[in-house]
C-alpha cells in the first residue's frame, strides 16, 4: 500500500496538479502531474461513481495506490501527482492497468525533463 505521507488530502493539491499541471491521458486513466515545493511527492486518486459501485471504485483505489507504490521513487521532490481512473479501469488487468500507469508517467517525466534541459 502507499505509505500514509505519500497521499494527496488537500484540495489545494488535488486542484493545484489537475488545474495547472501537465497531463497524460490512456483509455484506463489519466495522470495529472505538477512540482510544487520540495516537500516528499504526493498523490492522489480520483475515482468517480462512472467507474462502478462502491465494491469497484474501492478495487481501483486499491490498485492504483498498489502500483504508485512501486513507482513512487520515480517521481521529483515536490511532485504532486494525480490518477483520475477511467471508466475501463473497472474491467482492465492488473498488468494492463500497470502498463497504462507506465505509459501515463514515462510520458509526463519526459515531457518535464526536455522542459527542464534533463536537470531533475
Do not use: C, I, W, Y
Not at 39 to 48: A, I
Amino acid at each position: 500500500m502507499l505509505s500514509r505521507q505519500s497521499r494527496m488530502r488537500r484540495g489545494e493539491e488535488f486542484e493545484a496538479a489537475v488545474k495547472r499541471g501537465k497531463r497524460a491521458g490512456r483509455p484506463t486513466l489519466v495522470v495529472h502531474f505538477t512540482l510544487s515545493g520540495e516537500e516528499p511527492p504526493l498523490v492522489g486518486f480520483v475515482v468517480s461513481k462512472a467507474v462502478g459501485g462502491a465494491v469497484t471504485r474501492n478495487k481501483v483505489k486499491r490498485r492504483l495506490r498498489h502500483l504508485m507504490r512501486d513507482r513512487l521513487h520515480r517521481l521529483p521532490r515536490g511532485s504532486l501527482l494525480v490518477v483520475r481512473a477511467n471508466p475501463p479501469a473497472a474491467s482492465a488487468r492488473f498488468e494492463h492497468l500497470a502498463a497504462e500507469l507506465d505509459l501515463a508517467l514515462d510520458r509526463l517525466l519526459r515531457r518535464r525533463e526536455s522542459s527542464t534541459g534533463g536537470q531533475k
